[in-house]
């Protein structure tokens, strides 16, 4: 099961129209949104403590965890990212 999860195949669809991605058309694309979801609400009770260093560490982590997401979504993406104007590509 584990070899499946890193193989060549698009975890989500392109967009049909502007940039980036569609919904996911692959059970590791669900994953790949439900992980960062849960990354995101755990830096959110991070950052909802209040200190100073805390909301600092909670910032960090959401640039770290969001170009993570980004980048593997963009990577995973059937076609890749461009922009794209409906029927025409």
Not at 22 to 29: C, D, E, K, S, Y
Not at 61 to 89: M, N, P, Q, S
């Amino acid at each position: 099961m584990l070899h499946t999860t890193f193989d060549k195949r698009a975890w989500f669809a392109p967009r049909r129209y502007g940039y980036g991605a569609g919904l996911p058309i692959a059970w590791q694309g669900w994953m790949l949104i439900a992980s960062y979801l849960a990354a995101l609400a755990g830096i959110g009770m991070l950052d909802r403590t209040g200190h100073g260093a805390a909301r600092t560490t909670a910032f960090v982590l959401f640039v770290i965890v969001t170009t993570v997401f980004v980048t593997v979504a963009a990577r995973r993406t059937r076609g890749g990212w461009k922009w794209r104007w409906g029927e025409k590509d």
